[in-house]
């Protein structure tokens, strides 16, 4: 059992380009999420969606765009990358409202660096 | 404005003794869920433990347990019989509309 997966786990971008990070789980779960972490920082909420064909922003969504077309799959687009994107990207799903039970799987999250 | 207070960036414990880590946060909400997560160096997020606000008993979970003091908006983590495998990053966190707010983590260092 894979849980969520992210690729990739490092990447070093230049500012203005583009890139999609992806995430996939394989337990079936409804709720997605992106989240940020920043140094020295607690995790930020990006987007997050309950079910395929829904999306929703979370606290910190500007310079970023989701998708999620099918139930396993959550993809985040940056578009033209800034330095203040810089940071560990984390995707998680929950069987349920993932805030109420606190049992939200997280992937091993993405180093982005944006130079 | 961070609703989640963590006044502790590192704390330190000898193995076998007993620590607690520290988090209060901010909410107006009276039905809230709290918890304790752990990061590894792997970097991946495990719950540790789950506290609902509506319950006064608290939580616990092995050698994990809360102190959870509602009115003055207290939620710590007392980890007992410390092992070096406890040590890691340690995120408190609520739930809020539709977002879960996290701390800025305290570091736990277990020495042998």
């Known amino acids: 059992n894979a849980g969520v997966t992210q690729t990739p786990k490092f990447r070093i971008l230049k500012i203005g380009q583009s890139m999609t990070l992806q995430c996939t789980q394989d337990?079936?779960?409804?709720?997605m999420y992106w989240y940020r972490q920043d140094p020295g920082m607690g995790l930020k909420l990006i987007y997050y969606?309950?079910?395929?064909?829904?999306?929703d922003k979370g606290e910190v969504p500007n310079g970023y765009n989701v998708s999620r077309s099918t139930t396993e799959d959550f993809p985040l687009r940056l578009e033209l990358a800034a330095p203040s994107q810089t940071s560990v990207y984390f995707c998680a799903s929950s069987y349920a409202q993932g805030w109420d039970t606190g049992e939200l799987f997280f992937g091993e999250g993405s180093r982005l660096t944006v130079l | 404005a961070q609703t989640v207070t963590q006044s502790q960036p590192e704390m330190s414990v000898q193995e076998a003794e007993t620590v607690t880590l520290s988090c209060t946060y901010d909410t107006s909400e009276s039905d809230y869920y709290l918890f304790w997560y752990k990061q590894p160096p792997s970097r991946q997020m495990i719950l540790v433990i789950r506290?609902?606000?509506?319950?006064?008993q608290n939580a616990t979970e092995n050698r994990f347990s809360v102190n959870f003091q509602k009115a003055a908006k207290s939620f710590s983590l007392k980890i007992s019989d410390s092992q070096l495998g406890d040590a890691a990053m340690y995120f408190c966190?609520?739930?809020?509309?539709?977002?879960?707010?996290f701390g800025a983590g305290t570091r736990l260092t277990v020495k042998p």
């Open positions: 506290q609902e606000a509506y319950k006064q």
């Open positions: 337990m079936n779960h409804n709720y």
């Open positions: 966190a609520y739930t809020i509309n539709n977002d879960m707010r």
């Open positions: 969606s309950v079910g395929a064909g829904i999306t």
